[in-house]
């Protein structure tokens, strides 16, 4: 199983000179890739903004949307702008899209939500179209375009996934949880006659360092998901927060099946991504 790591996107007080720090010491410290999260209605980075800063510093380590909420962006521009990313960085993006969970971001976009799932479903198959010919250049340098994931946990969403992506982000939790939506991915897959099976992406939030430190990640995570209400708290609580914590997490992830763990901070602090690698040890 391949490990990456988030880029520190959505944590308070994160600028730009250690968005660069991040991406070049997680490369240097052996991640297999530096992930974003997205959010419209947030005090944020825009993802593809940071990963192409995050290309600029990095030769290796891949580029990944866990997820970028599809339906909010036109998709000739989100075409052009993949292309762009994908060939900026030497072909190491991967595309991860969904519906997101927000409607406050969907009007703050002038986008109805209400067919958002069909709006996906359309935009999909016309990225692979616009990377093929129909739009003009940059071609992605990856040939058949920049791999696509797919996140979500109902019914269509697995169907969607089978589809037309190559694979399933899971949105976090325990190794049960991933196991559970893993076996749906699969079983999606092969309803749909595709041969192998789905690329499987898992993702966790990790604060390393004394009770205040940790304290403060939790905050940070309640905040973000403070619109799912009393599943926040849930979200905070499943923070880990022990390099042995980070350990058995990773392990258990490997023995379900996952193929990249993406690990995403919840503090603005490179002593923190230190202390990460530190924790998973041999295991980059």
Sequence with gaps: MRIGVGLPTTTP???G???????????????????TI?????????????LAA???????????T????GPLRSTALLAKQAASLDVLSGGRLVLGLGIG????????????????????????????????GELPGPRPLQPDGPPLLMGGLGGPAYARMARYSDGFVHNGGPPSAFAAAAARARAAWADAGRPGRPQLWGQAYWALGGAAEVERGRDYLR???A??????EQIAAGCLATPQAVKDYVRAYEEEGCDELVLFPTLSSLEQLERLADALGDLL
């Design 66 to 69: 866990m997820i970028l909420i």
């Design 227 to 232: 619109f799912t209400r009393g599943y926040a």
């Design 54 to 64: 995050a290309a600029a510093v990095s030769e290796r380590i891949r580029l990944v």
């Design 38 to 50: 997205d959010r419209a209605v947030y005090d944020s980075w825009e993802p593809a903004v940071a």
């Design 223 to 225: 905040h973000y998901y």
């Design 101 to 132: 969970a927000r409607h406050d971001d969907y009007q703050a976009a002038g986008v109805d939500p209400r067919h958002r799932g069909r709006d996906l479903s359309e935009q999909l198959v016309r990225l692979r179209m616009l990377w093929e």
């Design 13 to 15: 007080g994160a600028g």
């Design 17 to 35: 000179e250690l968005m660069l720090d991040w991406a070049r010491l997680a490369e240097e410290r052996g991640f297999a890739s530096l992930g």
